[in-house]
Structures are given as C-alpha cells and as structure tokens.
C-alpha cells in the first residue's frame, strides 16, 4: 500500500532557528502540494510542484520560506529563521495529475511548534 | 482566486440519523470536488469525489451532490455510525489537464452520539 511520507513527525524548535520539513511522494506521482493545517485558518496551501518544477508558491510567505524538490522522491519545505506564527501541522501531500486522476493523497503531516 | 465556504461548522447527530454538510464555491471553472475526512490526529483521507459533469454519485452510504448552476455540492451520510465522527473538509479545483489545486472549505466537526 503506497504513501506519502514525512519527516519529521514531531519538530520542537526556538524561535530563529531553522527547520527543514521531507516529504516522499508516492512513486510515480508527478505533482506535489504543501499544506499547512491550523485551527485558524483550515488548510492553506502553501505551495505545489508538478514534475518537480514549482508552479505556485503564492500561499507562502516568501522571506522566511523556500520549498524545493531536488528529484524525483524527495520535497522539502524550510522555514528560515522561525517564528512561533509558524507552529502548525504541516502536510505534504502527492498526486498523478492529468486525464481524470485528481486524487491527492496526503502525508501523516509534521507537527511544528516554535517556542 | 476560489474560494469555498463549508456549513455547518459543528454537527452533532443520534447514531442512524444522516448528516448532511454543504458547501460553495466561487469560481465557476471549477470541475472536480472531493470530500476529505480526518480523524483527530490524523492526515485528511479522500471518501468520495465529483466531476462536474455529475449531477450525483454514491459509494454505499456516502453520498455527494452537485449543483452546477447554484456552485454548491453537499455530502451525505445515512445510518451514521460513531466511527464517522471525524472532520470533514470539501474542496473544489480545476481538475484534470488543469493543475488539481485545491481549495478547501473551512471543516465541519461531526459527532456522532452512540
């Protein structure tokens, strides 16, 4: 049974300091979405790539974020330096996109707090 | 951009009653529209989708429906059990060759009462 991977799970940090989020997407799937989960604002999306390239990274704040994705099986989200507005769950999440596959399928999610 | 408002917010049914959440959407170029559900502590889960070319579409005693011309599509759900209690989030994207972003609606606690 493919999934989506994440690590992280659980990532306690000071303010100021960097993290760096991984996320494996399942094999085969061309495009990858961020999300970031807060009982305020829902699930954002923070930024997607589809065959590795980034096509919109509007939802992130740009001073402070970067996501990248160096091949194929790996997606990254860094956040440098950061804040305690960034605690969250954040979700990485993989789909086929094209024809008629829409489905995305999410990660287990990294849970984010910044002291 | 899309935007999508989901409703109600808390839901609260007897076991064997349905529920029923419902959602809208802005952007009428809009053609696919899952429903996620996820459980406390866990990641969203899709449970039934929707093409804009559907009027309805049904998968045991989920059940979605889509008005095109209104931009709103609702889930149902008949002889709620406790393990449905969870929350649950529609979205809407523009599908298919387009790029799949999505937009989600803002959630809806269901509690299912034993």
């Known amino acids: 049974d493919a999934r989506v991977t994440q690590t992280p799970r659980h990532k306690v940090t000071e303010m100021g300091q960097e993290v760096t989020m991984r996320c494996q997407p399942i094999?085969?799937?061309?495009?990858v979405f961020w999300y970031r989960q807060t009982m305020m604002q829902g699930l954002e999306l923070l930024a997607y790539?589809?065959?590795?390239?980034?096509?919109?990274d509007s939802g992130m704040p740009k001073d402070r974020f970067s996501a990248e994705m160096p091949d194929a099986t790996l997606a990254t989200l860094k956040i440098q330096p950061s804040e305690p507005r960034d605690s969250a769950v954040y979700f990485c999440?993989?789909?086929?996109?094209?024809?008629?596959?829409?489905?995305?399928?999410f990660g287990p999610g990294t849970r984010l707090t910044v002291l | 951009g899309e935007n999508v408002e989901q409703h109600p917010s808390t839901l609260s049914v007897q076991e064997g009653d349905s529920a029923v959440i419902k959602c809208t959407y802005s952007?009428?170029?809009?053609?696919?529209f899952p429903w996620y559900k996820q459980e406390l502590g866990k990641r969203p889960q899709l449970i039934i989708d929707?093409?804009?070319?559907?009027g309805e579409k049904k998968d045991q005693r989920i059940a979605v429906t889509l008005n095109k011309t209104a931009k709103h599509f609702s889930l149902h759900i008949t002889e709620t059990q406790p393990e449905d209690s969870a929350v649950y989030f529609c979205?809407?994207?523009?599908?298919?060759?387009?790029?799949?972003?999505?937009?989600f609606g803002q959630g809806t606690i269901l509690t299912v009462h034993p």
């Open positions: 999440a993989s789909g086929s996109q094209g024809g008629q596959l829409d489905e995305q399928f």
């Open positions: 979205a809407a994207s523009m599908g298919g060759t387009s790029y799949g972003k999505l937009t």
């Open positions: 952007d009428s170029a809009s053609n696919y």
């Open positions: 094999l085969g799937h061309n495009t």
């Open positions: 790539f589809r065959n590795r390239a980034p096509l919109d």
């Open positions: 929707i093409r804009s070319n559907v």
